[in-house]
């Protein structure tokens, strides 16, 4: 059955890649650590943990780390906030190889 968000076209800019739940890479911010639903070169999305607030426009340092990889210090900026979803723009890229390490 086709539905309207099947026929919607992709208005990002980036590719996105969603991960599985047991191989998402890991968010480390504001001294939690929250897994990534899915992310592009520049940019991620999260769910925040009870007691974090984000505010929109803020600026925030974090470290993303792949499974098995080092962390990538990077910073960002808070654009969209959405129930408990959190859209973050990052200050400097990820390279795409860094998605599909094992």
Known sequence: MDNERDRRP??????????P???????EIEGKTLPIL???ECGLR??????????DGA??????????GEGLAR???IVRMQD?????LLSEAVPLADFFRD
Do not use: K
Not at 47 to 52: L, Q
């Open 10 to 19: 992709e208005r990002r800019q980036y590719f996105r890649r969603q991960y």
């Open 59 to 68: 600026t925030v340092d974090m470290t993303i780390r792949f499974a098995g």
């Open 46 to 55: 999260i769910n925040t943990a009870p007691g974090m607030a984000f505010v």
């Open 75 to 77: 910073s960002g900026t």
């Open 21 to 27: 739940l047991a191989e998402r890479p890991m968010l």
């Open 38 to 40: 899915d992310i592009s």
């Open 84 to 88: 408990a979803h959190v859209g973050i």
